[in-house]
């Protein structure tokens, strides 16, 4: 008997029994994440509809490519700061958004976070917390 079959089955009725937890859960957190994805799309300078649609591509990402069970994804505030920051700087002397640069500049970001979870950087912040503590 393969034992992979067994952990599969396993698995599967574990996901099956979690499915009321689950539901509650997602509309606990969709609930929360909407106004907040609405007010930080509203203060980033992009609008209402930018933060919507931010908080659906992520959930869509960290859904595909989550790490832990008990992972929650959302928009968050020093993100907003940053893509505000964006905003200014491409907007024209017009007011006239440049949106080709915004979206090039967070696809950007979005390449380099993925080569540095391939690249493993985040172990680096250990070296820097033992360092800041050994300091004190």
Known sequence: ADCSIIIFLFEFLESILNIKGDITG???AGIIALPLALAFGIASGLGAS???WGAIVLGFFAAAFGGTKMQISGPT???????AAVVV???S?????EIGSVMAVF?????FQIA???LRLGNLSNISRIRSFQAL
Do not use: D, E, Q, R
């Open 50 to 52: 930018a933060g919507i």
């Open 77 to 83: 505030g020093p993100m907003t700061v940053v893509s």
């Open 107 to 111: 696809a950007a970001v979005g390449l």
């Open 116 to 118: 540095f979870g391939i």
């Open 26 to 28: 997602g509309l606990t």
């Open 89 to 91: 700087k491409f907007t």
């Open 93 to 97: 002397n017009t007011g006239a958004l």
